[in-house]
């Protein structure tokens, strides 16, 4: 059974850094496709960055150049550094699992969700 939580989100002034964790039961981060996705009030649930079992990675473009999604194996932790963050960075993070060969940032392939943890940027 796949169980996600996320943890580092807090509140941080424009410009600022934040580095969110997920810390995963055994055996996840290897073998699933790990996504980090985000959701703001009164909007849906989008993807923000994306890693597979080889270190492959896609962004979405809001977010290439200023965020690094990474993975500890060892530590079964999934990892996204945040720089430079604006307001419209301002979400609930939400860290998610996949059975699939490649990242993606499409929701409905992943089928194990963390509770999320907020993220404030003003």
């Known amino acids: 059974h796949v169980q996600l939580v996320e943890s580092g989100g807090e509140s941080v002034q424009t410009g600022g850094s934040l580095r969110l964790s997920c810390a995963a039961s055994p055996n996840t981060i290897s073998n699933y496709v790990m996504g980090w996705f985000r959701q703001a009030p009164g909007k849906g649930r989008e993807g923000v960055a994306s890693?597979?079992?080889?270190?492959?990675?896609t962004y979405a473009d809001s977010v290439k150049g200023r965020f690094t999604i990474s993975r500890d194996n060892a530590k079964n932790a999934l990892l996204l550094q945040m720089d430079n963050l604006r307001p419209e960075d301002s979400a609930i993070y939400y860290c998610?699992?996949?059975?699939?060969?490649?990242?993606?940032?499409?929701?409905?392939?992943?089928?194990?969700w963390g509770p999320g943890t907020q993220v404030t940027v003003s």
């Open positions: 890693i597979d079992s080889n270190g492959d990675t």
């Open positions: 998610a699992a996949a059975r699939i060969g490649f990242p993606s940032l499409a929701r409905y392939l992943y089928a194990y």
